[in-house]
Structures are given as C-alpha cells and as structure tokens.
C-alpha cells in the first residue's frame, strides 16, 4: 500500500536532508511542506529527493500540515505518516509505525514516547507541560493517549477527510485527536524514540505550552460543556452554600451577617448555577448537532452506495 511521508519544515536546511532521504527508504512518497523558511530547506530537500511546496510566509505547522493533506488527497494516499523535520524522530520507525494500518487494526497511529510511562530522558520543564496538556487533551477527547503531542503520526485513508486544520499552529496535534475521537477512530499507540539534543521548535516551549492550552481549552467549550461550565459552575455553587452554611451557623449563635463575604456567597452561588444550567443546555445541543452530523453522512455514504 503506497505510502506518503508529509514533513513540515522551517528554517531546517541542516537536518532536512538528512530526513527526506532516510524517510525515502520507507515511503513512497515524500512531501516537505516549506512553511516559509529564510534558509535552503526547499533547495536541500528537493536535493534530497522530496516534492517540495512553499508557503510564502510562516503560517504555522497546522497549515502546514493542511497544504500536505490536501495535496495528498489529490493524490490518492493510502497512507500517510507526518514527522517533524529537526530530527527528533527517526525514519526508520515508520515501518513500526504504518503495520498497524497495513493489518487493518488502526485508522491512526500515534508514535508515543511514554507509552510505557518512561518519561525520565524528558526535560523536567517538557514534562510538566506535557503532563498538564495530555490531561486537559485527553479530558477533552475521551482519549487515554500517553503523548497527545506527539507529531510522529501514521493516518489510514479513512482517516485523511476527518481533520479541520482549524489550528495553523503546534495546538494541531491536540486537535487532530479530538478530531479522530469525534469520528470514532480506531487508534493505536505504538513506542517511538526521540531526541532531545536538537534545536527542535523555534518557539519558547512556556509560550508554546499556554498557546496549545488555550486552544485545546477552546475546542472543551465547544465539545465538552459539561467539563468546561458544568463542573466549574458545581465547584462555585458549592463553595457558596457552605459560605451560606456557615453565615447561617454564626447567624444562629449570635454573630452579624458581613457585607463583603456575603455578596462574594451569593455572587459564587448565582454564577455556579448559571454555568451549570448553560453547560447542560449546550451539552443537549452539541449531543444534538452530532446526531444530525451523523445522520446526513449515512444519508451520503448510502447514496454514494445506491449510484
């Protein structure tokens, strides 16, 4: 089954080369998608023996990502592995990567460095953020992934029309697994390596972190209600009825109600269940849109069946 590799670059002529040609023994199509790069990594990529797309100016590694599906699409790919292009991941572990899909197991595969909960080579500021946007992911998606930021990815043809590439920048890898849940995937794990002793992202990984954070708390008030108003709303109404408890104990055995924390209970209380009501409301609503998203594809793939 053909196979094809979408790596996006930007500004990496020195390590580019290098992974065009070790992803070629394994893919029968390569695709670097040059995200605007100020540096040769078109020139030494094509060298290397990749199909090289330019984007004029750096749009971030969502887009990126989406130049490279759709250019797949028009090609027809069976397969399609996404790798970064710094080096962090070896070429060689597509293989591992792809069986699952070749066996029919797995619609996605996502290459895990923690699958077994070593984290110890990570650096202690990585893990701290990527414990925090692995629970607040997974919390979101349903999923147990052990590395939602992950780039090191295969996806089956079932898999390729799933993504909305609404994020254009590194909050995409927490999006495509919510993606791939909504479409009741099948996704599989499968161990990778990784270096840490390349340059990796240009970006600031504390800002990177907060960025993927806000999004994927973005995408949570959208498909999750519930986790995003509901609980939060329960938390604040419950903190405000035990205020009120306790005015009411010191009420009893002689004490003055204060103006201060008696606005702040009555104030946590009315907004706690304003947030509870509204999450349950846009959970009925979302439950509902999906139902009608699912019955208009069956309506489609039964006409694409019947002609």
């Given amino acids: 089954m053909p196979i094809t ?7 990496e002529e020195v390590s580019v080369g290098s992974i065009v ?33 330019c984007h004029h100016r750096n749009m971030g590694k969502g887009a ?27 070429p060689e572990e597509i293989p591992k990567l792809v069986a699952p899909i070749l066996s029919g197991e797995a619609d996605m595969v996502n290459g895990s460095r923690y699958i077994n909960g070593n984290k110890k080579d ?3 500021y990585r893990r701290i953020g990527q414990n925090v946007l692995d629970t607040v992911t997974n919390l979101n998606s349903g999923l147990q992934i052990t590395d939602t930021q992950s780039g090191f990815r295969a996806f089956s043809k079932t898999a390729i029309p799933v993504f909305r590439f609404n994020s254009n920048g590194l909050a995409i890898e927490s999006e495509m697994l919510m993606d791939a849940a909504n479409a009741k995937l099948r996704i599989k794990e499968v161990e990778i390596g990784v270096r840490y002793d390349v340059d990796g992202s240009s970006e600031n990984p504390v ?26 709303g329960m938390v604040f109404s419950i903190i405000g009825l035990a205020m009120g408890l306790g005015f009411l ?15 702040l209970m009555i104030i946590l209380t009315l907004v706690g269940i304003f947030m509870a009501f509204t999450g ?21 793939k039964t006409i694409q069946m019947n002609n």
């Fill in 64 to 90: 990126a990502l989406k130049t490279g599906f759709d250019l797949a699409k028009l090609n027809g790919a069976k397969v399609i592995v996404t790798m970064d292009s710094d080096g962090q991941h070896d």
């Fill in 122 to 124: 990570t650096p202690f």
């Fill in 249 to 263: 104990r010191d009420f009893y055995l002689g004490g003055s109600l204060k103006y201060g924390p008696t606005l």
């Fill in 21 to 53: 040609l070790h992803a070629r023994q394994h893919a029968d199509r390569v695709i670097v998608i040059d995200d605007g790069s100020t540096d040769r990594t078109s020139e030494v990529a094509r060298l290397a023996g990749a199909e090289v797309i």
């Fill in 5 to 11: 590799a979408i790596i996006p670059a930007f500004n």
């Fill in 280 to 300: 349950i409301i846009l959970h009925s609503m979302a439950r509902l849109f999906n139902e009608t998203k699912k019955d208009r594809t069956r309506s489609i």
């Fill in 207 to 232: 800002s990177h972190g907060i960025k993927v954070l806000i999004k994927v708390l973005e995408d949570m008030e959208l498909n999750r209600p519930l986790y995003y108003f509901t609980i939060p």
